[in-house]
C-alpha cells in the first residue's frame, strides 16, 4: 500500500471528522419542534385545536379541512375546508367584538372589487353574498356570515355554485353552527 492511499493519512481522518460532524448534527435537528406547534396548533380527538382555542375538525358535514391558516393583523386562526365540486368555506376566528368589523371590510373589499351584491333566500339571506361569477353555466356566488360567541366572534365563508350546489348551503352552515356552539 502506498503511503498516500493508508487509511491513517490526513484526508481520510478529515472525510471521517467530517461525516460524524454531519451525522452527529442530525438527532439535534430530529429534536426541535414539529411544523404544527411552530404555526400553532396540536392535534386534537377528530381534528386539531389551535393555540387561541379554535377547534378545528377533520369533517364539517360532508366538508374536509384541508388547510391551516395562521393568524394575521386583523384575525386570528382559521381552518380551510372542501367539498364536492369545489365547494369552499373558511371559518376564522377573530378577537371578540371585531367582527363586525371584518363583516363591513369584506363588504368594502367586494364592492370595491366590482363584484355584484346579491340578496339570496334561504340560510344565505343571513350573509352578506357577491355574485363572483357568471360567465360560466353555473355562477359563483361567496357569502361571508358573522357568529358572535362569549369569548370571541367567528365569521364563515362559502364559494358555492348556483343553482347546482344550492342545497349544500344550508347543512354546511348548520353543521359549523354546531362546531361553534361547542367553541363557548
Same mark, same amino acid.
Given at each position: 500500500?502506498?503511503?498516500?492511499?493508508?487509511? @491513517?493519512?490526513?484526508?481520510?481522518?478529515?472525510?471521517? #471528522?467530517?461525516?460524524?460532524? #454531519?451525522?452527529?448534527?442530525?438527532?439535534?435537528?430530529?429534536?426541535?419542534?414539529d411544523t404544527?406547534?411552530?404555526?400553532?396548533?396540536?392535534?386534537?380527538?377528530?381534528?386539531?385545536?389551535?393555540?387561541?382555542?379554535?377547534?378545528?375538525?377533520?369533517?364539517?358535514?360532508?366538508?374536509?379541512?384541508?388547510?391551516?391558516l395562521a393568524? @394575521? %393583523?386583523?384575525?386570528?386562526a382559521g381552518?380551510?375546508?372542501?367539498?364536492? @365540486?369545489?365547494?369552499? %368555506?373558511?371559518?376564522?376566528?377573530?378577537?371578540?367584538?371585531?367582527?363586525?368589523?371584518?363583516?363591513?371590510?369584506?363588504?368594502? %373589499?367586494?364592492?370595491?372589487?366590482?363584484?355584484?351584491?346579491?340578496?339570496?333566500?334561504?340560510?344565505?339571506?343571513?350573509?352578506?353574498?357577491?355574485?363572483?361569477?357568471?360567465?360560466?353555466?353555473?355562477? #359563483?356566488?361567496?357569502?361571508?356570515?358573522?357568529?358572535?360567541?362569549?369569548?370571541?366572534?367567528?365569521?364563515?365563508?362559502?364559494?358555492?355554485?348556483?343553482?347546482?350546489?344550492?342545497? @349544500?348551503?344550508?347543512?354546511?352552515?348548520?353543521?359549523?353552527?354546531?362546531?361553534?356552539?361547542?367553541?363557548?
Amino acid at each position: 500500500m502506498s503511503k498516500g492511499s493508508s487509511f @491513517d493519512s490526513l484526508p481520510w481522518r478529515t472525510l471521517t #471528522l467530517c461525516l460524524f460532524c #454531519l451525522f452527529a448534527v442530525v438527532p439535534a435537528k430530529a429534536q426541535t419542534p414539529d411544523t404544527q406547534q411552530q404555526v400553532g396548533w396540536v392535534s386534537d380527538v377528530l381534528g386539531m385545536r389551535h393555540f387561541n382555542g379554535l377547534r378545528c375538525p377533520d369533517m364539517v358535514g360532508s366538508l374536509f379541512r384541508t388547510k391551516v391558516l395562521a393568524a @394575521d %393583523a386583523d384575525r386570528m386562526a382559521g381552518c380551510v375546508y372542501s367539498g364536492r @365540486d369545489g365547494f369552499r %368555506a373558511i371559518l376564522r376566528q377573530h378577537l371578540s367584538g371585531t367582527g363586525a368589523s371584518s363583516a363591513a371590510d369584506f363588504l368594502k %373589499a367586494y364592492k370595491a372589487s366590482g363584484f355584484t351584491q346579491v340578496s339570496l333566500s334561504g340560510v344565505a339571506a343571513g350573509g352578506i353574498s357577491f355574485k363572483t361569477r357568471d360567465w360560466t353555466p353555473t355562477t #359563483l356566488c361567496e357569502t361571508l356570515w358573522r357568529f358572535s360567541g362569549r369569548n370571541a366572534d367567528f365569521t364563515l365563508w362559502m364559494a358555492y355554485a348556483l343553482p347546482t350546489q344550492e342545497g @349544500d348551503v344550508g347543512p354546511a352552515i348548520d353543521a359549523f353552527t354546531e362546531i361553534l356552539n361547542r367553541q363557548n
